[in-house]
């Protein structure tokens, strides 16, 4: 850290504060200036001392992350760094500029969202229809409600679409307000990416492939065993098994991969909000997302549960994490991967927690706080 700052400036200490002088009473006349002992303080080495304080201050916060950052290393706590949607922050969700910007960042993996297509391509995009806020036609228009289920589209009809920037109007381009756009992206295929990564010599970079299903939607989604087939596919052919994870809130498509390709890790995404809740604890019955497993009879243990199903990773919500449930899953021999703080004062306290690594729309805040150097 440099003190270059703190300097004291000639120009600001020629100005003068008029001294009043003090009443024999004891008493300071209301009108008078600010006295240190009986000398007047120049209003100029004032605003420099304040300066300087407030040039330390920051120098001891850049000092305390810095050791923070050193004793995690120390530890051998080195936490996974993965770019949500590749890095949705950043550069328009699941399209080739984003993958390409985290691949530039270095970060340790790039999680992406992946749906087939009525010809069978596996290609990455979040919502099972056409998402209006961030979908045009090819003559620029911006899509005025929900389009076509992608699943109903083919490869050659969904990259008729642009998809390279949020419209500026929604509330969802209030949630990406440092993203840069990308006019003319085009909807990408999981080989796409694969080769991106391949043609920027990232020959270590985790592929975190999120199957999109639900067993609330049929009519919007292939069945579960499709979609993990056709990525399967993919990850061998392309010879990336030891880089790729399979990740879903359907547990049902990762039960099935457990089986047919033992060889692939599995993640096992979760979620208990009001809004999505795929546990449903204190429900009759299993939830329809956890392929069979109850969670009432694994004592309402999330982590218990994944284990018992065949997982090697939990990835829950931030929102709806603490220290026990973490220590929980490590005694399981869980790895934990939350999903998805943005903010560097949530993602120290999940580090601080334990947990192993971090999905996040801004890789670039959590490699500046863990100190890493750049590419």
Not at 142 to 166: N, Q
Not at 261 to 272: C, R
Request: glycine share 8%; proline share 6%; hydrophobic share 40%.
């Amino acid at each position: 850290m440099s003190f270059d700052c703190i300097k004291f400036s000639p120009t600001l200490e020629s100005l003068w504060v008029k001294e009043t002088p003090k009443k024999r009473e004891g008493k300071a006349d209301k009108n008078r200036s600010f006295f240190l002992g009986e000398r007047p303080v120049r209003m100029g080495r004032l605003i420099s001392i304040t300066f300087f304080i407030v040039c330390l201050l920051f120098a001891l916060c850049e000092t305390a992350g810095d050791l923070w950052a050193a004793e995690l290393s120390r530890r051998g706590q080195r936490i996974l760094i993965i770019a949500h949607r590749g890095g949705a922050g950043l550069a328009p969700e699941n399209t080739l500029a984003a993958f390409r910007g985290a691949f530039a960042l270095d970060v340790d993996g790039v999680e992406m969202d992946v749906r087939l297509t009525a010809d069978g391509e596996a290609v990455l995009y979040h919502d099972a229809q056409l998402k209006p806020e961030i979908t045009r036609t090819a003559d620029g228009k911006w899509l005025k409600e929900k389009g076509p289920a992608i699943m109903d589209l083919t490869l050659r009809e969904l990259k008729s679409f642009d998809v390279g920037r949020v419209e500026p109007r929604t509330k969802y381009a209030r949630r990406y307000p440092k993203q840069t756009a990308s006019d003319g992206e085009r909807i990408p295929t999981l080989h796409e990416v694969v080769t991106l990564a391949h043609q920027m010599g990232k020959n270590t970079v985790q592929f975190w492939i999120e199957i999109k299903t639900s067993p609330l939607e049929p009519d919007l989604t292939p069945p579960p065993e499709a979609v993990a087939d056709a990525v399967i596919g993919i990850v061998r052919k392309a010879d990336i098994i030891g880089r790729s994870l399979l990740l879903s809130f359907d547990w049902r498509s990762l039960v099935y991969a457990q089986r047919v390709a033992p060889e692939i890790v599995t993640a096992y995404i979760s979620s208990q909000s009001g809004r999505f809740d795929t546990i449903q604890a204190g429900k009759a019955g299993a939830s329809p997302w956890t392929a069979g497993f109850d969670i009432d009879e694994l004592g309402g243990s999330v982590p218990r549960a994944i284990h018992a199903a065949g997982g090697q990773y939990w990835s829950p919500s931030y929102r709806q994490l603490d220290r026990k449930k973490i220590e929980e899953a490590h005694s399981l021999g869980l790895r934990v991967i939350v999903w998805t703080p943005n903010k560097k004062e949530e993602m120290r306290r999940l580090i601080d927690m334990g947990v192993d690594g971090i999905t996040t729309d801004r890789p670039d805040l959590v490699k500046g706080l863990l100190g890493r150097a750049g590419p």
